[in-house]
């Protein structure tokens, strides 16, 4: 199934979402003592509802602390959310079995940002490949084994490699291999968590040209996690951008990149340093306020400002 | 040397020995020179050598038994005397690190102390190397915080490391670098490991304080964005050598080296896919994967 750039934007005004979250809320508790007394609860997810269709790239941006891995990690239900709701093709998965939950898990895959304490050192690539598929029972060990290889040439990687063991990569082959692992279980969403931030600059384009490669060639969806808003703009069909827990601003990328709405958007951008010594700006600014803690007391409660519509694919949270 | 020269390295060597007999040259013959105020920005990728070649302006490689093997590295000191490194003794060194050449690294919580007050340790700088009492110290250290603009300064310095964010860090760990007013400042990548709102204030900071004090600066970084933010010259580094030098402008208007040209092409420019309506590929750019 081969789709162009531009039948995947069709679809996504047309198809029905592969993924609706809706008010999801994830918090963690924080306890001391020996019974446990709660004294503090981060904040860590806040109402987020986003819908994410077949095919396209979704990408989740914000600075550190901000929620957006709890955000993967809450969908993967790796942590349990406090409520909400998490639809895969329209069935619940919060509350589910744990049967359930396995086949729900096998069809979203996660690739994580360190390459280096994702794969076992102790394996060697072609089991950790064909693991996941015998984890399944997807295909018996030895044709497993065969589609092991296949993958990683897929991945730009030659079947020679099977035997090795993870020391013998670099990041970004280690980064490619843990891309070909997930693509094992034909997964219709993979999530992105950083998954280029710890490569080379040179590096991270070709990570990032692969991936759009088998989004256009498997029509797999993209949650793409990343603090870079530059390689967002890149690779996003649509984008949130996450602010303290929050959604503060969520829309096709052409309307948010050329007309962001929201303050913290506009500063997050006008801070990407532009590769261009001739514009670089002459005012120096000197200001030094700094993003607000998300660890809060128990008995906070989390004010919540309704989002305002600014087209019909471009949302922006009201400011106070 | 030239009269405005502060720094000029000359072919320098550096090597590690490894295991069976085995030696790593991370640096093969670099050379550049920093003139009074002026900031030049190392740049390459992991493992390039730009480090090593930093840090051993400050003689401080050798604690990770690197052996320098041949060049010369002439620094200009505050008093305008002008003193080979390489060839001076290690207590000589001790006077120099801090005062004349001061480093700032890429993650402020292990260049800080954490059972220490921010205090404690900016003035440590001070008392060791402006023969000042404590108390004086105190207050020099007090307006070195108040200088890299951190808000409540009075209130911070009596606070542990642990209680700043990220930012507030990077901003003391400055703080500790300029107390003594230094003719260079390595910065080495001293914005990695902060978010993108915070490294603009930090960039923006050491632009400031370089107006304000005059110093030179050795820029190390990955990032060519941060590159076109803060250079005026520009050495590309591959493989513990320099493949390309000039000024920032010539980099990125002009870059010669396929290497220099790679490293360019691969940096995503914000605002380059403002009128397209799908995303697109990063331009093919063909370079090797190297292994250690």
């Given at each position: 199934m081969k789709m162009s750039e531009r039948d995947v934007t069709e679809q996504i005004e047309t198809r029905k979402p592969l993924l609706e979250i809706k008010d999801l809320v994830t918090r963690f508790d924080l306890k001391n003592g020996l019974f446990g007394r709660v004294y503090g609860r981060i904040f860590a997810v806040e109402n987020v509802s986003f819908n994410i269709y077949p095919g396209e790239t979704l990408a989740l941006v914000g600075e550190s602390g901000c929620g957006k891995s709890t955000i993967a990690r809450s969908i993967m239900q790796l942590d349990r959310p406090v409520s909400g709701s998490i639809k895969f093709e329209g069935q619940e998965t919060i509350g589910v079995s744990p049967k359930k939950l396995k086949a729900f898990r096998r069809n979203l895959q996660m690739v994580f940002q360190d390459p280096f304490s994702s794969l076992n050192p102790r394996m060697t690539i072609g089991k950790a490949i064909a693991d996941p598929m015998l984890v399944n029972k997807l295909l018996p060990s030895a044709k497993a084994k065969q589609r092991a290889g296949e993958l990683l040439e897929r991945v730009?990687?030659?079947?020679?490699?099977?035997?090795?063991?993870?020391?013998?990569?670099?990041g970004g082959q280690r980064q490619r291999i843990c891309i070909s692992r997930v693509l094992g279980l034909d997964p219709k969403l993979i999530i992105a968590d950083e998954a280029v931030a710890s490569l080379d600059v040179t590096i991270q384009a070709q990570v990032i040209n692969l991936l759009m490669d088998l989004q256009a060639d498997l029509g797999i969806s993209l949650l793409f996690i990343s603090h870079d808003v530059a390689v967002v703009e890149r690779i996003a069909h649509r984008v949130a951008v996450m602010y303290l827990g929050e959604i503060v601003e969520i829309g096709d990328r052409k309307s948010v990149f050329r007309n962001p709405q929201h303050p913290y958007t506009q500063k997050l951008f006008s801070s990407v340093p532009v590769p261009d010594p001739r514009l670089r700006r002459s005012e120096l600014n000197l200001n030094f306020d700094e993003i607000p803690s998300a660890l809060q007391m128990p008995d906070f409660v989390p004010k919540h400002l309704p989002m305002l519509k600014v087209s019909e694919t471009h949302f922006v949270r009201e400011t106070a | 040397m030239n009269a405005n020269t502060i720094v000029d390295v000359k072919d320098l060597h550096v090597s590690f020995p490894l295991e069976q007999g085995k030696i790593l040259n991370a640096v093969k013959g670099v050379s550049f020179q920093i003139s009074e105020g002026k900031t030049l920005a190392l740049v390459g990728e992991s493992g390039s050598g730009k480090s090593v070649a930093a840090m051993t302006i400050m003689r401080l490689t050798e604690h990770d038994s690197a052996v320098i093997d041949g060049g010369k590295i002439d620094l200009r000191l505050r008093s305008g005397e002008t003193v080979d490194v390489l060839s001076l003794p290690l207590a000589r060194m001790n006077d120099i690190r801090g005062a004349d050449v001061s480093i700032v690294f890429q993650d402020p919580m292990s260049s800080l102390n954490p059972v220490f007050t921010i205090g404690d340790q900016i003035s440590e700088a001070i008392v060791r190397h402006q023969n000042k009492t404590e108390k004086q110290a105190w207050e020099i250290a007090l307006n070195a915080l108040q200088l890299v603009r951190v808000p409540d300064a009075e209130r911070r310095m009596k606070q542990?490391?642990?209680?700043?964010s990220g930012g507030m860090r990077q901003r003391v760990v400055i703080a500790i670098a300029l107390c003594c007013r230094p003719s260079l400042l390595i910065a080495d990548e001293p914005t990695t490991a902060l978010d993108v709102t915070i490294q603009a204030q930090i960039l923006d900071l050491i632009r400031n304080l370089q107006n304000e004090i005059g110093m030179a600066v050795l820029f190390i970084t990955h990032d060519m964005g941060v590159v076109a933010e803060v250079a005026d010259f520009v050495c590309v580094m591959k493989q513990g050598k320099i493949v390309e030098t000039g000024t920032v402008f010539d980099i990125f208007e002009a870059p010669k080296h396929p290497y220099t040209r790679a490293l360019i092409s691969a940096v995503p420019k914000l605002g380059s896919m403002i009128d397209k309506d799908h995303p697109e590929k990063f331009p093919v750019v063909e370079t090797v994967e190297t292994g250690v």
């Amino acid at each position: 199934m081969k789709m162009s750039e531009r039948d995947v934007t069709e679809q996504i005004e047309t198809r029905k979402p592969l993924l609706e979250i809706k008010d999801l809320v994830t918090r963690f508790d924080l306890k001391n003592g020996l019974f446990g007394r709660v004294y503090g609860r981060i904040f860590a997810v806040e109402n987020v509802s986003f819908n994410i269709y077949p095919g396209e790239t979704l990408a989740l941006v914000g600075e550190s602390g901000c929620g957006k891995s709890t955000i993967a990690r809450s969908i993967m239900q790796l942590d349990r959310p406090v409520s909400g709701s998490i639809k895969f093709e329209g069935q619940e998965t919060i509350g589910v079995s744990p049967k359930k939950l396995k086949a729900f898990r096998r069809n979203l895959q996660m690739v994580f940002q360190d390459p280096f304490s994702s794969l076992n050192p102790r394996m060697t690539i072609g089991k950790a490949i064909a693991d996941p598929m015998l984890v399944n029972k997807l295909l018996p060990s030895a044709k497993a084994k065969q589609r092991a290889g296949e993958l990683l040439e897929r991945v730009g990687l030659s079947r020679e490699h099977m035997n090795r063991y993870p020391h013998a990569f670099s990041g970004g082959q280690r980064q490619r291999i843990c891309i070909s692992r997930v693509l094992g279980l034909d997964p219709k969403l993979i999530i992105a968590d950083e998954a280029v931030a710890s490569l080379d600059v040179t590096i991270q384009a070709q990570v990032i040209n692969l991936l759009m490669d088998l989004q256009a060639d498997l029509g797999i969806s993209l949650l793409f996690i990343s603090h870079d808003v530059a390689v967002v703009e890149r690779i996003a069909h649509r984008v949130a951008v996450m602010y303290l827990g929050e959604i503060v601003e969520i829309g096709d990328r052409k309307s948010v990149f050329r007309n962001p709405q929201h303050p913290y958007t506009q500063k997050l951008f006008s801070s990407v340093p532009v590769p261009d010594p001739r514009l670089r700006r002459s005012e120096l600014n000197l200001n030094f306020d700094e993003i607000p803690s998300a660890l809060q007391m128990p008995d906070f409660v989390p004010k919540h400002l309704p989002m305002l519509k600014v087209s019909e694919t471009h949302f922006v949270r009201e400011t106070a | 040397m030239n009269a405005n020269t502060i720094v000029d390295v000359k072919d320098l060597h550096v090597s590690f020995p490894l295991e069976q007999g085995k030696i790593l040259n991370a640096v093969k013959g670099v050379s550049f020179q920093i003139s009074e105020g002026k900031t030049l920005a190392l740049v390459g990728e992991s493992g390039s050598g730009k480090s090593v070649a930093a840090m051993t302006i400050m003689r401080l490689t050798e604690h990770d038994s690197a052996v320098i093997d041949g060049g010369k590295i002439d620094l200009r000191l505050r008093s305008g005397e002008t003193v080979d490194v390489l060839s001076l003794p290690l207590a000589r060194m001790n006077d120099i690190r801090g005062a004349d050449v001061s480093i700032v690294f890429q993650d402020p919580m292990s260049s800080l102390n954490p059972v220490f007050t921010i205090g404690d340790q900016i003035s440590e700088a001070i008392v060791r190397h402006q023969n000042k009492t404590e108390k004086q110290a105190w207050e020099i250290a007090l307006n070195a915080l108040q200088l890299v603009r951190v808000p409540d300064a009075e209130r911070r310095m009596k606070q542990y490391p642990h209680q700043l964010s990220g930012g507030m860090r990077q901003r003391v760990v400055i703080a500790i670098a300029l107390c003594c007013r230094p003719s260079l400042l390595i910065a080495d990548e001293p914005t990695t490991a902060l978010d993108v709102t915070i490294q603009a204030q930090i960039l923006d900071l050491i632009r400031n304080l370089q107006n304000e004090i005059g110093m030179a600066v050795l820029f190390i970084t990955h990032d060519m964005g941060v590159v076109a933010e803060v250079a005026d010259f520009v050495c590309v580094m591959k493989q513990g050598k320099i493949v390309e030098t000039g000024t920032v402008f010539d980099i990125f208007e002009a870059p010669k080296h396929p290497y220099t040209r790679a490293l360019i092409s691969a940096v995503p420019k914000l605002g380059s896919m403002i009128d397209k309506d799908h995303p697109e590929k990063f331009p093919v750019v063909e370079t090797v994967e190297t292994g250690v």
